[in-house]
Nanobody, 120 residues
């Protein structure tokens, strides 16, 4: 099993930047992809960015060019650098890790999340 814990959330003004971190623990040797999602009040969770075990990345359109995902495999940590933040980016940001001990089994573990609030 895997546990993920996010950190780095907070209050930032519009146009500002923030970097989130997510540390994985447990059976980290079997983690493949990692990524970030967010959930605003009254909305469904939105997947934002993902990074594979070989560091291939993907982003949803709303954050392309503003957010950058990266990972440090030695630290079992994934980061989300956020720039040009907008009030509509306000949400609880959660990290996930895809536990894949073999080709026929994958389970996604989500963290509890960290609040990001962007003031106008």
């Amino acid at each position: 099993q895997v546990q993920v814990v996010e950190s780095g959330g907070g209050l930032v003004q519009a146009g500002g930047s923030l970097t989130l971190s997510c540390a994985a623990s447990g059976s980290t040797v079997s983690i493949n992809g990692m990524g970030w999602g967010r959930q605003a009040p009254g909305k469904q969770r939105e997947l934002l960015a993902g990074i594979s075990g070989t560091s291939s990345t993907n982003y949803t359109d709303s954050v392309k060019g503003r957010f950058t995902i990266s990972r440090d495999n030695a630290k079992n940590t994934v980061y989300l650098q956020m720039h040009s933040l907008k009030p509509e980016d306000t949400a609880v940001y959660s990290c996930y890790a895809d536990y894949q001990p073999n080709r026929s089994y994958t389970r996604r573990y989500w963290g509890q999340g960290t609040q990001v609030t962007v003031s106008s």
